[in-house]
């Protein structure tokens, strides 16, 4: 029997409407969107559901993201779904580690409005991000270190999609010399900060010390750490390592290798968007993905994993 991993979309993909049909239906999603409310003492409800455009602004984005993916989660789990692993890309690690077991729904909660304000308030002017598409990740990491000032790569997202972070100056230098070593395109991002920077780091530090108000447990299975690309099975292990993320690249590439080489053959995205779908197609065209988003398809979604148990 093939093995299935739960992975967990990070920021960008949050759009209004998102978990509605969940929040209306059933009962254990309307229980988490409550819970994050509490918890970080804004109106995720309000803020998810209604017309505004404060879901865009990092603050209240990561909040509302991850409250809907645990909604989303809680109900695959009232089903009985099995996993064996859970992964999630960047923001997603939060609620990768709550499916896992690892910390509650409100200490997610709580930490990822923090995690949102301290990354906002970092750097509140300036910085920049480019995605490079069609370029080796060698080449542009060491465009990156060749070049003045501060830049780096934020994500290893798929084969032929690397985004890149920090100044804005030495982001847009980098690209252009991207784009001489045969980038096919370098495309500038809008996001309100240089995520997974240097700039990030007191952030980090910031953040760490809500981290240490938090009881990581043992995660009930292992999930995959974007720092390292490893298994965590050890509580104490989470939060030096959410520390170092927020700086730190993601290496969602080597995340997917690795479940895929230890028998992953369903991943199951669980959240707003098909973006780790994509990115799955890149990896390999035969991957299968199951997107759980929309209320109008987790019916048959649930069915089709439901056959996999």
Partial sequence: MGKIAFVFPGQGAQYVGMGKGFYDNEPEAKEVYEAASKASGIDVEKICFEENTDINETQYTQIAMVATELALFKCLEKNGIRFDYTAGHSLGEYAAIAAAGAMSVEDACALVRKRGLYMQEAVPTGGAMSAVLGLDADTIAAVCEETEGIVSVANYNCPGQIVITGAEEAVKVAGEKLTEKGAKR??????????????????????????????????????????????VTKGSDIAGLLEKQISGSVQWIKTMEKLIADGVDTFVEIGPGKTLAGFNKRMSRDIKTINIDKYEDFEKALEELKTLA
């Fill in 186 to 231: 370098v495309l500038p991002l809008k996001v309100s900060g240089p995520f997974h920077s240097e700039l990030m780091i007191p952030a980090g530090e910031k953040l760490a010390a809500e981290l240490a108000k938090v009881t990581f447990t043992d995660p009930k299975v292992p999930y995959v750490a974007n720092y390292t690309a490893e298994y």
